[in-house]
Structures are given as C-alpha cells and as structure tokens.
C-alpha cells in the first residue's frame, strides 16, 4: 500500500510505539502522592518539556503547555477559555480567515451567538489578504485565530505579521495559531511568530490519536486571560480535568523528539516529493492549486470533470491512498468551505482531492501515484460539464 494521506493521520514511528509500550509499565496515576504516581508524575514532566522545546521552550513555566484529548480539544480551550475569561468587553472584535479548520470556525460561531464579533478574512488562492488584516488592528480587536498552515490547500499563513500588527494596536489582544499541520513540517518558535496560544496534536506527527496540547504563553497565565472549560479534579494546573492519558502523553513526547531531530532533512525529502509530483502533473488536465506560499507536504490537485470521490476509489484499487480533503470533513454533503475561499467553483472544490506526504514516502511512491492518475484520467466517467 502507498499512503499518501498523511495530513489526515500518520502510522505510529517504532520510537513512538517503544516509548507507549514502556509507559505502560510505568502505570501510577500522576496525581497519586505514592512511588508509582511519583513516577508517572516524573513521566508526565519530561514528556512536557519535550514537546515544549519543539517550540523554542525550553524552561516551561507550570501551565504553559497543557495536555488535552486531541487538537480540537486544544482548540476549544484557546478560544472559548479565553472568551470567557474576559469579563470587560470593550474589544469584542475576533479577526480570522475564511478557511480555518472546523476546529476553530465552529467554536467561533459559538462566540458569535454570544455577542463576539468574527471578521473572515479572504484566503483567495491561498493567499491571507494582509492588507484586509491590517485594516482591522486596531483597540476594538480582542483575539486574532489564524491556522500556521492550511489542512487542505498547504498554504503557509503570515501569521507573524499579523500578530505583531495586532498587538501593535492593542497590547492585550490574544494571538492563537492552530499549529497542527505545520507543527514539525516547518520549524517553529513560538516567540518568533508572537503566539499566546498554538495548537498541536500528535497523530500528525507519528504520535498516537487521543492526545493533544495547547501551549500557553506566561502572560496569559499571569493575567488570568485563559479559564478552563471542563470542571472536575483540577489536573493540567487547574486548566483541564481528568486524569491525564500518559501512554498517549508518552507517545506525544516522543514523536515529538523524533520529529525535532529529523526536521530539517524531513523538510528537503517532503519539498522534493511535492516538487517531482508537481513537475509530473505538468501538461495534464489535473490543475495543481498551489499556494504563494506553501507547506512542503501538501498538494492539493483538481481533476477534470471526475469527482474526487470516484478518483479516491480508483486510487484505491490500486493501493494507493489520498483524500478528498480534510478527514474531519469528508463526510460532509456540501463542498469544502476551504476549497471555496481559494477560488474553486462547487464543482472543481467536489473535484479535488489531496496529496499528503511523510518523510517515510519514496519518489517510487510519486510515481506510482502519477501512473495511476493518469490510467484514471483515462478511464473514469467525466461529469457533464
């Protein structure tokens, strides 16, 4: 089989599955006073600080990077935790763009019902409209939520601009990127990108599903800028309950050292696949949709006139695996909102699908891939334009 379908989950490293297998054994409950809670506890703490330097932080202050079930979770955390932290509404403005992951543009109209304001900015072409950003940086902007890259397309979002814009115009805005599909794809550092707020997930990043975390700058902390959501026993310093997954937080940590070590030969092996894919389309009806900007592991591609469905089905015949887009979605009925705000009719958004890399796929891979495509371009029953 030949996986390509990376963005929506990753095989667990055998790293990952040495470390889970171990924690296993180390099995106490972390806030237990005894030695085997000692020793989770002691488990609990090196696996923080192993995800928090993959972010440029080494020294992690308590509550900085909190552990929850998945990316989502974290998600809800950043923006409905720090919503309702806010007592005083006299900045009640949220600056966002129109193809954020469900995670975010759900929780946002959550906010909207309670009386936030949300602006959408345009992802036209996988382009952010910066110039549309800017105009709203002002003293009325609460929050800026802004994905590092997008789960479909591969765009790589200048979040660092319009943070630094934001808090130029007013210091206590919130700054949140879900950092999920660039967390380890692209080198982060979370002071460089002005960040109060990243969202990770682990089976991203050949970590295992069912763990998640959000990391949390120290103003927030100190501010009180950030409540919890879920009551309960008070685990994560207070800020997310329920005892925590360490089998799962000991695969997280060990992905992510993993994936730290390997980053940068990571990077050049995913660009090179993307590249070759890229140059083996040309000539084809299949239009790459590519970003100005972009991740190196993502390509998104539109076929011509065959739903991306039948393509997927094809492909799978053949062994070889991609999507229609972004998993958490799949099933929905109605064409990727991403898809339309980088420019795509309903019937070219339902007419693409997504090639997603790991380090782990070979150039025999891409080949394969394009062979298949085009035997289907050559078979498969064309819609009626």
Same mark, same amino acid.
């Given at each position: 089989?030949? $996986?390509?379908?990376? /963005?929506?989950?990753?095989?667990?490293? +055998?790293?990952?599955?040495?470390?889970?297998?171990?924690?296993?054994?180390?099995?106490?409950?972390? @806030?237990?006073?005894?030695?085997?809670?000692?020793?989770?506890?002691?488990?609990?703490?090196? @696996?923080?600080?192993?995800?928090?330097?993959?972010?440029?932080?080494?020294?992690?202050?308590?509550?900085?990077?909190?552990?929850?079930?998945?990316?989502?979770?974290?998600?809800?955390?950043? !923006?409905?935790?720090?919503?309702?932290?806010?007592?005083?509404?006299?900045?009640?403005?949220?600056?966002?763009?129109? /193809? &954020?992951?469900? /995670?975010?543009?759900?929780?946002?109209?959550?906010?909207?019902?309670?009386?936030?304001?949300?602006?959408?900015?345009?992802?036209?072409?996988?382009?952010?409209?910066?110039?549309?950003?800017?105009? $709203?940086?002002?003293?009325?902007?609460?929050?800026?939520?802004?994905?590092?890259?997008?789960?479909?397309?591969?765009?790589? $979002?200048?979040? &660092?601009?319009?943070?630094?814009?934001?808090?130029?115009?007013?210091?206590?805005?919130?700054?949140?990127?879900?950092?999920?599909?660039?967390?380890?794809?692209?080198?982060?550092?979370?002071?460089?990108?002005?960040?109060?707020?990243?969202?990770?997930?682990?089976?991203?990043?050949?970590?295992?599903?069912?763990?998640?975390?959000? $990391?949390?700058?120290?103003?927030?902390?100190?501010?009180?800028?950030?409540?919890?959501?879920?009551?309960?026993?008070?685990?994560?310093?207070?800020?997310?309950?329920?005892? &925590?997954?360490?089998?799962?937080?000991?695969?997280?940590?060990?992905?992510?050292?993993?994936?730290?070590?390997?980053?940068?030969?990571?990077?050049?092996?995913?660009?090179?696949?993307?590249?070759?894919?890229?140059?083996?389309?040309?000539?084809? &009806?299949?239009?790459?949709?590519? +970003?100005?900007?972009?991740?190196?592991?993502?390509? /998104?591609?539109?076929?011509?006139?065959?739903?991306?469905?039948?393509?997927?089905?094809? !492909?799978?015949?053949?062994?070889?695996?991609?999507?229609?887009?972004?998993?958490?979605?799949?099933?929905?009925?109605?064409?990727?909102?991403?898809?339309?705000?980088?420019?795509?009719?309903?019937?070219?958004?339902?007419?693409?699908?997504?090639?997603?890399?790991?380090?782990?796929?070979? +150039?025999?891979?891409?080949?394969?891939?394009?062979?298949?495509?085009?035997?289907?371009?050559?078979?498969?029953?064309?819609?009626?334009?």
């Amino acid at each position: 089989m030949i $996986y390509l379908d990376n /963005s929506a989950t990753t095989p667990l490293s +055998p790293a990952v599955r040495e470390a889970m297998i171990a924690a296993m054994d180390r099995f106490g409950n972390p @806030s237990s006073l005894h030695e085997l809670g000692g020793d989770a506890a002691l488990l609990l703490k090196e @696996s923080r600080a192993a995800v928090g330097e993959t972010l440029g932080e080494r020294f992690l202050r308590d509550g900085q990077l909190i552990f929850t079930s998945c990316g989502t979770e974290a998600t809800a955390l950043a !923006l409905l935790g720090t919503a309702r932290a806010k007592t005083r509404r006299t900045a009640g403005v949220i600056l966002t763009t129109d /193809s &954020e992951h469900p /995670s975010v543009e759900e929780n946002l109209r959550l906010l909207e019902a309670e009386g936030f304001t949300v602006v959408r900015i345009s992802t036209k072409g996988g382009a952010l409209d910066v110039d549309s950003a800017l105009s $709203y940086c002002n003293d009325k902007l609460f929050m800026v939520t802004m994905m590092l890259v997008n789960n479909e397309t591969g765009a790589r $979002y200048p979040v &660092e601009q319009i943070f630094a814009a934001a808090k130029a115009a007013n210091p206590a805005c919130v700054c949140h990127t879900d950092a999920v599909q660039g967390f380890l794809k692209l080198p982060i550092r979370v002071k460089t990108l002005g960040a109060d707020l990243v969202t990770l997930s682990a089976h991203k990043i050949h970590g295992p599903k069912g763990v998640g975390a959000l $990391y949390i700058a120290e103003r927030m902390l100190k501010e009180r800028r950030i409540v919890p959501f879920l009551a309960g026993g008070g685990q994560e310093f207070g800020l997310r309950s329920g005892t &925590e997954n360490m089998i799962g937080i000991a695969g997280f940590a060990a992905a992510a050292r993993v994936g730290a070590e390997s980053l940068r030969g990571d990077f050049f092996r995913m660009t090179a696949l993307s590249d070759l894919l890229i140059k083996g389309l040309a000539g084809s &009806e299949i239009r790459v949709n590519r +970003p100005p900007v972009t991740a190196p592991h993502i390509v /998104s591609l539109t076929l011509p006139h065959i739903k991306s469905e039948t393509m997927l089905h094809f !492909l799978a015949g053949r062994g070889i695996s991609v999507s229609s887009g972004s998993a958490c979605s799949s099933h929905a009925k109605h064409p990727s909102r991403t898809l339309l705000a980088f420019g795509l009719t309903p019937e070219e958004a339902d007419s693409t699908i997504r090639v997603s890399f790991s380090a782990a796929n070979t +150039p025999a891979d891409v080949e394969a891939l394009l062979a298949a495509l085009t035997e289907g371009l050559a078979t498969l029953v064309r819609m009626k334009k």
